[in-house]
């Protein structure tokens, strides 16, 4: 495109005039409703029904004439709405930063140069590069266009794409969806071709700025999670209120006060109802996709993190991939004669034809790394550097596509004569050849093509023709143009130096990698053997080919697959049967993409990923997962985060569940059997002090179990919070009840009410601590202890100190009608949770037995 910049004497807006143009008509963005501020956070904490149950109960101690109860009560529900917006807030901020990350950019001209910016920073005026998958980020004017071909549909409701035109010299405005017309919309898309836009209306000015309120109302659905995690919470609820009542009438019935025997019923509701689970569902994937992000791994769709730890075949490209995408033409092949391109010597004249041949059939120095290794290339071996010689325009241009993947120019020289110049696979470049070539000298530039594709290099064919005088209308296949083979160039593109690690990883972790390319079968071949790929050498069985694709019926590929770990010479569009073929067979796929064919295949993937640094827009909308640095290693260590994070979330959960078990039976238990009202209002608000931040950010801390990648994947049906882990929690929250009944009747047996609801008071605290530190790791005590957490310490430290306080200073003693107990008391309010621990490990251990290990 700067030649094309450059033939109509633009150079973009210098920085100076674009500054001020964006001060005067502001960013080049739709209002954002994607973030929470703090007066929303605030306003939909306050309609939580814990927060309704403790202004009650404030309300309920007003009454009774007791202020400083009440005032108590609501200063906890302060607190605990400012730990709430911590948490929210934290997880907003995160969000945010993972919408900056995601935000389109725009190949922009500025100051006289191209470069890349954020599409926010777009003005009226700038000169905009819109490439094959790009989304227009502004609306603009076509100065130049070569076969361009844009989806308006977002704005049309029109599917099929319309062709444009370029009208240098200004147009009339127009609306979106006609064919024909010079004008791009932002928001559309590019499906094909290229040009140079003048931008021409920004932000809320464009077309599609004028629906931008509606597109922001629009809610996203709740995830599955989300959806089953409601559902119980919904039920737990509506339990708790119902014994609530239930305890209530037991209470008046026995003849206590009603107002005594509402707050009884209040705490038990709040005991009962396990609103940790929207923050633990909200906080871990937002953190964790944050934390993936620092590891160059963008998260478009948070539930992408859920799916991530189920994951079993991974589908990838070769290309930058699984290699660097540093490639580097390395040999010259014409007529039988071989020329090393990486060493010293200079480039022959035949081969020098050969590389200007190719220049001709490439596009100005770009993003294409093949091309750009050829620029480089003529940069030393060239005296005109490959320039285009002088007087000579191009005049038509068939691109590349999946059926014919082949690039061919046809320019008009400057004598006016018409040099047709073109490069692609060599089995394509052969075929359209056959009709001025002999079959001898195609089948020995195949023979040679294969040798050099066995080296692990990538090789491309190159043609030429030359036509008297341009015709009146190109034919729609350019093999009619009866073009004559001159050579090969093959290019090296070395393996990434992680690879063989990152592979023997993922197949230690139960992942089986296919390896996806169009590249020839035997380069593929050469390129699986240095990953380590095991069925790379393993004959017939170990590649499968395009053609072999399109003769097996949907049965037959995936039994085929069953076999094979290399796919070369594979189209955009069979991308999608090979994933789809894989699902049939129970497999859940991460696929990796970058094109605008590639879209299909990554939306129907189960984890799409798209590249980061050469994917198309299209690409990485579609996709769940961007890889900005286009490593492997980096979707093999999203999958172990993900694993991390699904496994947390699931210890977090059976924490929260086991630790209310022992709540609402203290709040419930002791009246049933006529002794005290252990638990009130307050007491579950101190409770909850301890849990709320141990939920959401102890378990999010919490380091991986060691042997988290030697697992094999979970599967995919397997639920976060199932019924095996719903027994789990009840059994050990059941324990520790036993446990705090049993010391709450020792206690009363032989001590005043204050002293014995103190005893046990402590003794459940300190439990809840134990069952904290047991839920951490699924190993032994001795490895939870050794893995550092510093939340975790912090906490228990926290809850100790309080639980101090709480016991101790007269003033919180008396709120809380507690009174220091006896040391024997103490000592069995130490004793019952070291006890308690000792028990959850012997279960750990038991369950290790017999239970398989999954994440």
Known sequence: MKQEAGAFGLEGLDSAEAARRLASDGPNSLPDAGGRRWGRIARDAAGEPMYLLLVG???????????????????????????????????????????????????????????????????????????????????????????????????????????????????????????GLPWVYSGTLVVQGHGLASVSATGVRSEIGRIG?????????????????????????????????????????????????????????????????????????????????????????????????????????????????????ARLWRDGAVHEAMGDAALAPAQRELLACALRASRPPGSDPMEAAFWRLAGTALGDGGAVPAGWRMLHEYGLTPQRPALVHVWEGGDGRIVVALKGAPETVAAMCRRAHGGPALE???????????????????????????????????????PELLGLVALADPLRPDIPAAVAACRVAGLRVVMITGDHPETARAIARQAGLGAADGGPEGVLGGKEIDELDDAALAQR????????????QQKLRLVQALQRGGAVVAMTGDGVNDAPALRAADVGVAMGLRGTDVAREAAELTLLDDRFASLVES?????????????????????????????????????PVMLYPLHIVFLELVIDPACSLAFENEPPEPDLMRRPPRAPAEALFGRAAFASALLQGGWVLALAVALYGWALSWLPEPQARASAFAGLVLCNLALLLSNRQRDGVGRTLRAANPVFWAIAAGAVALLGLAVYVPAAAGLLMLAPPPPAALAAAVAVPLLGLAGLELRKWLAARTAPRRA
Not at 87 to 110: I, Y
Not at 448 to 471: F, H, K, N
Not at 659 to 671: D, F, N, R, T
């Open 57 to 179: 109960a404030a309300t309920v101690y007003l009454v009774l004439g007791e202020p400083l109860e009440g005032a108590f009560l609501f200063g906890m529900v302060l607190l605990m709405l400012c730990l709430t917006l911590y948490q929210e807030g934290r997880t907003e901020r995160a969000l945010k930063a993972l919408r900056d990350l995601g935000a389109p950019s725009a190949l922009v001209w500025r100051d006289g140069h191209v470069q890349r910016l954020p599409a926010s920073e777009l003005v009226e005026g700038d000169l905009v590069e819109l490439g094959e998958g790009d989304r227009v980020p502004a609306d603009g004017l076509l100065l130049a266009a070569s076969g361009l071909l844009a989806d308006e549909s977002l704005l049309t409701g029109e599917s099929v794409p319309v062709g444009k035109l370029a009208a240098p010299q200004g147009a009339p405005a127009a609306a979106p969806g006609g064919a």
């Open 561 to 572: 697959l069953a076999r094979v770990t290399v796919c070369a010479r594979i189209a955009p």
């Open 639 to 675: 999958i172990a985060a993900g694993r991390r994070i699904f496994a947390n979330m699931r210890k977090s959960m059976c924490y929260v569940m086991a630790m209310h078990v022992p709540i609402a039976g203290m709040a419930l238990l002791p009246v049933l059997l006529g002794w």
């Open 213 to 329: 309120a509606a597109l922001g109302r629009i809610v996203p659905p709740r995830g599955r999670l989300q959806r089953e995690t409601a559902t119980l919470a919904r039920r737990l609820a509506v339990l708790g209120g119902s014994v609530s009542v239930l305890l209530v009438a037991l209470l008046i019935v026995r003849g206590s006060a009603p107002l005594q025997a509402l707050l009884a019923g209040i705490a038990l509701s709040m005991s009962m109802l396990p609103e940790e689970f929207p923050v633990i569902l909200t906080v871990f994937p937002a953190i964790g996709a944050w934390r993936l992000a620092r590891s160059q791994v963008l998260t478009r769709r948070l539930a992408a993190i859920e799916i991530l730890g189920s994951t079993s075949v991974l589908c990838v490209d070769k290309t930058g991939t699984l290699t660097e995408n540093r490639m580097a033409v």
């Open 444 to 482: 020995a530039a195949l023979e040679a093509a294969a040798r050099m594709a066995a080296d692990g290099l990538r090789v491309l064919a190159v043609a030429r023709t030359s036509l008297p005088v341009a015709a009146a209308a190109w034919p729609e296949d350019p093999a009619e143009l009866e």
